[in-house]
């Protein structure tokens, strides 16, 4: 009998990958706090936050403190700003 692990939940969405992915190239042009992000997108924080949040477990953005302020930037291997 062969076992399989069981997938979590449903598929994202198409306009929750293309959210992220937007997220995502802006922070390739730097790095951003997540009000910051909000007023770019035109999104609530409450969805920029899930957005990272999601960025990060897959190991594509990071945090980093700039100034006092939480900021996110894109996880490559250079020191945080």
């Not at 990958?17 to 042009?29: F, K, N, P, V």
């Not at 035109?42 to 953005?61: E, I, Q, W």
């Amino acid at each position: 009998m062969q076992q399989t692990t069981p997938r979590r939940g449903r598929p994202r969405p198409a306009e929750t990958i293309e959210r992220d992915e937007r997220i995502y190239t802006i922070l390739t042009a730097g790095p951003r706090s997540r009000g910051q992000l909000a007023q770019e997108t035109d999104l609530s924080t409450d969805l920029v936050h899930l957005a990272l949040g999601r960025l990060r477990r897959a190991g594509r953005v990071r945090q980093c403190l700039s100034g006092g302020v939480i900021v996110w930037s894109v996880a490559d291997d250079t020191p945080c700003p």
